[in-house]
Structures are given as C-alpha cells and as structure tokens.
C-alpha cells in the first residue's frame, strides 16, 4: 500500500541554524501539507500546497517558514534560523483532492526535530 | 473557530473491558474523520476513516461512528488488550477546508 515517507525521523539542531524536513508523498497526490506537534499538545496545522503555491498557511508559518517541492517526488519543509520554541514533530501528509466529500489525507511518520 | 473535545483525557481499565472513546466538534460539518494512534514519542498510525457519505467503519476490534447532525463520533474497543495502550487522537476535515483539526487525545492504558 502506498504510504507517506519522511526524512529523517530526527533531526537535532542548534538554534539559529537552518533545517529542511523532507517528505515523499503518496505517487498521484496532488496536494500536500505539514503539521506539527509540539510535545504534550495537539497536532495543528501549518500549511498546504497545491500546483507549486501555498493554498492555506496558519498564523504559525511564519517568515522563518517555507515549503517547496523541488522536483517531482519531494516535499520539504525549510525553518530558516531555528528556535527552541520549534521543537516538536513534524507531519507531511498528502491527499489526492482537497475540500471534496473524498479527500483523505494520508500521514508520514513524522520528524523529531530538537533545537538545542 | 473549530474545536475538538475526547473525552475521557485519560482512561486506564484492565484487559477484556469494551471501551468507549468519545470526540466532539464545535461545528458538525465535517467531511471526514480520522482516528489516529500515537504511542509516545512517535508518528501518528491511522486506525480508520469514516468519509463523508458513511457513517461507521470497522477493522478488527475498532468501530468508529460518525454522527454527523450532532458533530460527534465514538471509537469502540473491544476486548481491550495491554498493547491497545496509547493515546488515540481524533482529527476532523471541516467541509470547505484543507486542515484536519485534532483533538486532545485519550490516553488509554489497559492493564494485564
């Protein structure tokens, strides 16, 4: 079955530094998206992507955030200069359509990022 | 603003119990619903999907129910084992949106 894969499953970093966050999703998806999770606390929801554009983005995705898909099967996800405060787990996921009664979203294992 | 609530936030039972895990929304329109398993420390493992035109979905052990006039669905475990222990997150796709919205999470603990 196809699934959601990410790269790498931690990564640890010294703040200020920056960090890209890889994902690959499901072959035919079209649209893709990242959440996080900070440790003790829900999942939320930072940004989806759609034709090469961000189609949503929360009032967490700051200037420090930016997302690409570089060639035809990546996703990433780049923090510019790290922040403590961006310790967490961080989710791709991916769906086929979007804002249809059938579209499902489908979730990577996640990336631990720790900022030292 | 959407919300999501799971109730109970914790739940501990010994093993062979039928449990019942709630998850309610502030707005009942709602495209679809996830449950979602999460041990600790580690990714989210989805345990079914209910789309919009169902209304339950089992696998195994596992039922989950969607009511959507009430904006509200159960997870049922049955028979519930030591490695049922997590915490199972519910997370809903409101209708006109692309963000799933999570709740809090139940942290079930089944004991031998």
């Known amino acids: 079955e196809p699934e959601v894969t990410q790269t790498p499953s931690h990564q640890v970093t010294q703040m200020g530094q920056e960090v890209i966050l890889r994902c690959v999703p499901i072959?035919?998806?079209?649209?893709f998206y990242w959440y996080r999770q900070i440790l003790g606390q829900k999942v939320e929801f930072l940004v989806s992507?759609?034709?090469?554009?961000?189609?949503?983005k929360s009032e967490i995705f700051d200037d420090q955030f930016s997302v690409e898909r570089p060639d035809g099967s990546n996703f990433t996800l780049k923090i510019r200069s790290t922040k403590l405060e961006d310790s967490a787990m961080y989710f791709c996921a991916s769906s086929e359509l979007a804002g249809d009664s059938t579209d499902t979203q489908y979730f990577g294992p996640g990336t631990r990022l720790t900022v030292l | 603003k959407q919300e999501v609530t799971q109730i109970p936030a914790a739940l501990s039972v010994p093993e062979g119990e039928n449990l019942v895990l709630n998850c309610s929304f502030t707005d009942s329109a709602i495209y679809n619903l996830q449950w979602f398993r999460q041990d600790p420390g580690k990714g989210l493992t989805s345990l079914l999907l209910i789309q919009s035109s169902q209304r339950e979905q089992t696998s195994g052990r596992l039922n989950a129910s969607l009511d959507k006039s009430s904006g509200r669905s159960t997870l049922y475990i049955a028979a519930s084992q030591p490695g049922d222990s997590a915490t199972y997150l519910c997370?809903?796709?409101?209708?006109?949106?692309?963000?799933?919205?999570f709740g809090t999470g139940t942290r079930l603990k089944v004991l031998a």
């Open positions: 992507f759609y034709n090469n554009e961000i189609s949503e």
């Open positions: 072959s035919n998806h079209l649209y």
């Open positions: 997370a809903g796709l409101p209708s006109g949106t692309y963000k799933y919205i």
